[in-house]
């Protein structure tokens, strides 16, 4: 990857949608209630069987899961602007063909999300769901409610990617949520 492009990159990652949250509505909006981290949980056991072939990066790379999306997003992707309060995600190894599809499929994620080791091999964190929002809204036409997974509704953290995105953790532990899109245990080398 170029140098411009790697600036770009890194300079759009910094353009987060969020607004300026008092801490009460940050932590309700990062923490889910028991009950319902507990029906999140149930409600992806499935996905957890079916993904966990995936912990060999090799298998993932044979079910055409390749790393980076749209040939961007190859580097670890941290919290623009606090990781060190909000954390990161990891390396996303996407599956182009279920991207170019709009449709939602709770248990055919689009994107694994591994976390680096120490010994340089990858350790699958998360799942997470893309739906680009402009093919979104020609499907179900503009400010149509965005796509939900497992009762949460996908959003647009980078309006310069324009990309509908949730999150489950179903193999890291993420002290703010099950489906946060941000983990603060995970960080980038």
């Known amino acids: 990857m170029s140098g411009k492009i790697t600036v770009l990159l890194l300079a759009t990652m910094g353009l987060v949608a969020c607004g300026d949250p008092s801490s009460e509505?940050?932590?309700?909006?990062?923490?889910?209630?028991e009950e319902q981290e507990a029906s999140v949980q149930a409600g992806l056991a499935e996905l957890r069987q079916l993904t966990a072939r995936y912990h060999d990066v090799g298998v993932a790379d044979d079910d055409g899961f390749h790393l980076g999306i749209n040939g961007i997003l190859t580097?670890?992707?941290?919290?623009?602007?606090?990781?060190a309060t909000f954390g990161a995600m990891g390396y996303h190894f996407g599956n182009q063909d279920r991207f170019?599809?709009?449709?939602?499929?709770?248990?055919?994620?689009?994107?694994?999300?591994?976390?680096?080791?120490?010994d340089g091999t990858y350790k699958l964190g998360a799942v997470e769901w893309v739906v680009p929002k402009v093919a979104w809204e020609a499907e179900h036409g503009v400010g149509a409610p965005p796509p939900e997974v497992h009762g949460h509704p996908l959003s647009v953290l980078n309006p310069v990617l324009n990309w509908y995105v949730g999150h489950a953790w179903i193999w890291k532990p993420n002290p703010s949520g099950i489906m946060s899109d941000w983990n603060p245990n995970v960080t980038c080398p």
């Open 25 to 33: 509505e940050l932590e309700a909006s990062l923490l889910g209630s």
């Open 75 to 83: 580097n670890c992707v941290q919290h623009p602007v606090n990781p």
């Open 100 to 118: 170019d599809d709009v449709t939602i499929d709770e248990l055919a994620p689009e994107v694994l999300v591994y976390q680096k080791r120490n």
